[in-house]
């Protein structure tokens, strides 16, 4: 299995500026998890799916964030306009229920580097 | 409001000894907790879950404890080795049946030292 895709690896770009990060989650993963890691607030959820569906979006810092999955195979996090704050490592992360009972355990993908100038 | 606490102070050991690494939580009551592992430049790796149910889980070097009672979760490594050189975080999960969100700690970063 090729695990969670993300794409770019590394964004920079000028503030004002659209950006729009991809993620293609694990085959046969039902649920999906967009995150914004950074030194000092960690690791924050920022918005996640079942089944194609969001579920919770409360981690949505503004409305300059948003979010969709048109498949069970495809995300995107957009953000416009961009700010410098908006400087972080965003990733996806994927699950799927074992034996009819999630677990919750997540399988992370590597990252996208997001610099805001 | 909900809130986990690791040692946010690196942890600097000797190759062989054990680490053991904490994480503590307040206002939530988690069906499962897990810990996982994250190298720089990479996202994190699950390495292992344990259940509200459960006091002790094991998989080769690792050990990890859940003692819902003091609300803390004990994360040891046996024989400790550089590669084991990482940051380590703990998430907590919802009650059973939950549609998967996890919270994460800060984590806290581990230096094996040869």
């Known amino acids: 299995d090729a695990g969670v895709i993300q794409s770019p690896r590394h964004e920079v770009t000028e503030m004002g500026q659209e950006v729009t990060l991809r993620c293609k989650p694990i085959?046969?993963?039902?649920?999906l998890f967009w995150y914004r890691q950074t030194m000092m607030r960690g690791l924050e959820l920022l918005i996640y799916?079942?089944?194609?569906?969001?579920?919770?979006d409360s981690g949505m810092p503004e409305d300059r964030f948003s979010a969709k999955m048109p498949n069970a195979s495809f995300s995107t996090l957009k953000i416009q306009p961009s700010e410098p704050r908006d400087s972080a490592v965003y990733f996806c992360?994927?699950?799927?229920?074992?034996?009819?009972?999630?677990?919750?355990?997540?399988?992370f993908g590597p990252g996208t580097r997001l610099t805001v100038l | 409001s909900q809130k986990i606490e690791q040692n946010s102070e690196a942890l600097n050991i000797q190759e062989g000894k054990t680490a053991t690494l904490t994480c503590n939580y307040t206002?939530?009551?988690?069906?499962?907790l897990q810990w996982y592992r994250q190298d720089p430049g990479r996202g994190p790796v699950f390495l292992l879950l344990?259940?509200?149910?459960?006091k002790e889980k094991r998989k080769e070097r690792l050990k990890v404890t859940f003692d819902t009672t003091l609300k803390q979760s004990l994360f040891h490594i046996t024989a400790s080795q550089p590669a084991d050189s990482a940051t380590y975080l703990c998430?907590?999960?919802?009650?059973?049946?939950?549609?998967?969100?996890?919270?994460f700690g800060q984590g806290t970063t581990l230096q094996v030292k040869p």
């Open positions: 992360a994927s699950s799927r229920p074992e034996g009819g009972v999630s677990t919750d355990t997540q399988y």
């Open positions: 085959s046969g993963h039902n649920s």
């Open positions: 799916f079942n089944n194609n569906v969001p579920i919770d």
């Open positions: 206002n939530y009551s988690p069906a499962y």
């Open positions: 344990i259940r509200e149910n459960e």
């Open positions: 998430a907590l999960s919802g009650r059973s049946g939950n549609t998967g969100k996890l919270i």
